[in-house]
């Protein structure tokens, strides 16, 4: 805190808010209908989907995996939204989000109620301090069941209120209630029946309600300057982008400040571009105050958590925490004989290396460190679907890459060996409950919780190491012939478990290099799976198929 805590001035003209939710309940379709009723848009007759959901990827299997901010007018009030990942494995991303805000839109689909994301995100909100407004999304779901689900969340908000010091209780309980549809951009502040549409045809009652309960920002704009940066982006215009909130003080285009990094050193640089956000665009301004969020450029160097400040007062603000990784794997050159006919054309170790450390810059919860050999490094991050997302991007990108088998990050604590340990939550219907249970016995996971809708679908909720929980999903949705949700959160650190035994299948190997042939493939066909077609070239020790048999 600065020193002029005390008169510090309040910012009514503005309102800093992230929007939260597990993975596909609604948050960036959401956004896409604030932004549409305020006029975001302009004239544009047919405004794309989700807009936010700017990456490749993240369009393509409907998930955020990075968090976006944008600008909303509404009347003399801007209100800065960032949207944020639901999925754990991005938690970087939503630690990220939560230190530019100043309050959240908590969003829960009115027939799942609150999922593993969920209380993943609440505990981080919780931890920070921020006032929550809930958004029940969806419900005209002909399978909502509101009131459940608003109480489920109260009690989910009790519970984890309970672990956590000088929480206000009653706080807690008093959070508003907002009743909406995104995708018809409707709210309404009373509940609506089950899978009925909320009363009012625009999304005022949650503007109004956001303006209420979300504190504007406070801070002093004559105070020395102390600005955090919170995230990062790149254009090939101003190089390296740093999106920081302003604490105190003023930011000019053009004025040199205090860079205070993480080594504990200071440079003095200059800002060469500063811009604001508004809408979807990103223009450039002359001047920010305390509480505003901008882009700045003119520093190559600058990372997540630096603290921009006053040349005459140098005082850095709390850096960032994330949580530690859990899973890593080794990336390297791919080695085979046959690299080069991938249709890839980035094949040194150079090349690799330094896009790793190029997504490093971006992406706090990830690390790469050396192995024992020059060309293959261990990248390590929170789950698979981080390190899943990253090599998918890279192979898009022209490279070729041989991937290690993901394993998890131990470590020592009190002399004993300890390993990350997931908490895992079921939705499936109930003749699967013995399939289920077996698989997770066999992964050595361990039930906490069952709980019957009384619908035929039960919920488990399961703490299984994250060793277990590697290529889970595949055997879990053929168990449960594709009807099971299954979603899994960090737990923390408990000790090892000792061996466990997932793979029930053996492997086939070329035994000599050649082209695959059809006559070979009908011959073979009884002993198991292939992954080669008729035509394709394989090497002596290539990996062509699957055997039943766990020991061949």
Known sequence: MSASAGKARVRTDLRN???????????????DAMLKQAGAFGDVAEPVDRVLDSGELE?????????????????????????????????????????????????????????????????????????????????????????EVVEQTQDLLLELAADIEDVDHDAVLDLPVIYACARTGRASLNQPADGGQPDDATLDPLFETLLDHIPPPTGDPDEPLQALVTNLDASSFLGRIALVRIHSG????????????????????????LLVTKGLERVPATEAAAGDLVAIAGIPEITIGDTLADVDHPVALPRITVDEPAISMTIGVNTSPLAGRGGGDKLTARLVKARLDSELVGNVSMRVLPTDRPDTWEVQGRGELALAVLVEQMRR?????????????????????????????????????????????????????????????????????????????????????????????????????????????GSLVADRSGTVTTYALLQLAD????????????????????????ED
């Not at 929007?19 to 609604?26: E, P, S, T």
């Not at 077609?533 to 290539?542: L, N």
């Open 59 to 147: 369009r393509e299997k409907g998930i955020t995996i990075l968090a976006k901010n944008t600008a909303i007018t509404r009347g003399d009030v801007t209100i800065n939204v960032i949207d944020t990942p639901g999925h754990a494995d991005f938690g970087g991303e939503v630690e990220r989000g939560l230190a530019m805000v100043d309050g959240v839109l908590l969003l829960v689909d009115a027939s799942e109620g609150p999922l593993p994301q969920t209380r993943f995100v609440l505990r981080k909100t919780l931890e920070a301090k921020l006032p929550v407004v809930l958004v029940v999304n969806k419900v005209d779901r002909s399978d909502a069941r509101i009131s």
């Open 397 to 505: 990108e022209g490279f070729e890459l041989t991937v290690g088998k993901p394993d998890v990050v131990t470590k020592m604590i009190d002399g004993k060996l300890h390993e990350p340990f997931e908490r895992l939550t079921i939705d499936a219907p109930e003749e699967y409950l013995g399939a289920i249970t077996q698989l997770l016995a066999a992964r050595k996971g361990r039930m906490e919780h069952m709980s019957g809708h009384g619908t035929g679908r039960i919920r488990l909720e399961y703490v299984v190491p994250a060793r277990g929980l590697i290529g889970f999903r595949t055997d879990f949705l053929t168990e449960t012939r594709g009807t099971g949700i299954a979603n899994h959160v960090f737990e923390g650190y408990f000790p090892w478990v000792g061996e466990l035994r997932t793979r029930h299948s």
């Open 250 to 273: 003023r930011l000019r285009k053009g004025q040199t400040v205090a860079w205070l990094r993480e080594d504990g050193s200071v440079q003095h640089v200059r800002i060469s571009e």
């Open 527 to 550: 002993r198991g799976t292939f992954f080669v077609e008729p035509g394709a070239e394989v090497y002596e020790g290539m990996v062509v198929g699957e055997n039943p048999r766990a």
């Open 17 to 31: 808010v992230a929007i939260v939710a597990h993975v596909d309940h609604g948050k960036t379709t959401l956004v």
